[in-house]
């Protein structure tokens, strides 16, 4: 055997060790990393609100911006549609979801959390209606503001974000709190 022929085994060996180690090694820990993100992303307490920073838009009237931004928060998996209003600076959020599918109290952290993030980032959204199959709820960016207690815009830094939006979402009551401020009757 020639070391020319040596040298193409060799490499061969080399590549196939490779090929086996990318796909039976890191491939698979890739996965698991990217499914456990995907699974921290569907809870407001675990979403990574500053991936949402490249989602700040001036106009509610920005379609595909607010379908992006919608897209990355939780509850994203359920969506099945939008509608805006621009008159009145609304945008609706259609969900294939009917309310009593989930849990009270994480259904109503979500839905304060998603409308805090939409009115943080879309600076003259006025209003988020949530349609679900069964309901529909309104929430305001003024009582978001009340609620919060704190300029919008300036929660768009993500520790800002964190401290004020994500601690007062810790506990149960503060939640049931936020969502009856926030929601318009």
Do not use: C
């Amino acid at each position: 055997m020639t070391i020319k022929n040596k040298w193409i085994i060799s490499l061969v060996a080399i590549g196939i060790i490779g090929f086996i180690i990318v796909e039976g090694v890191v491939n698979p820990k890739l996965e698991a990393e990217q499914a456990g993100y995907e699974a921290e992303q569907q809870h407001p307490m675990t979403h990574d609100f500053a991936a949402l920073k490249k989602f700040h838009s001036p106009y509610m009237g920005d379609f595909s911006n607010l379908s992006h931004l919608n897209q990355a928060l939780p509850l994203h998996d359920q969506l099945n549609g939008y509608q805006l209003y621009p008159e009145t600076f609304t945008a609706q959020v259609n969900y294939s979801l009917n309310t009593s599918e989930m849990d009270t109290e994480d259904l109503e952290q979500i839905l304060v959390y998603n409308a805090t993030a939409n009115f943080v980032l879309i600076d003259n959204l006025e209003q988020v209606v949530y349609q679900f199959e069964d309901t529909s709820l309104a929430l305001s960016r003024e009582a978001a503001q009340q609620w919060a207690g704190a300029e919008l815009n300036t929660l768009q830094d993500p520790v800002q974000w964190d401290s004020v939006v994500r601690s007062k979402l810790e506990k149960p009551a503060n939640v049931q709190e936020a969502f009856s401020q926030i929601v318009d009757n």
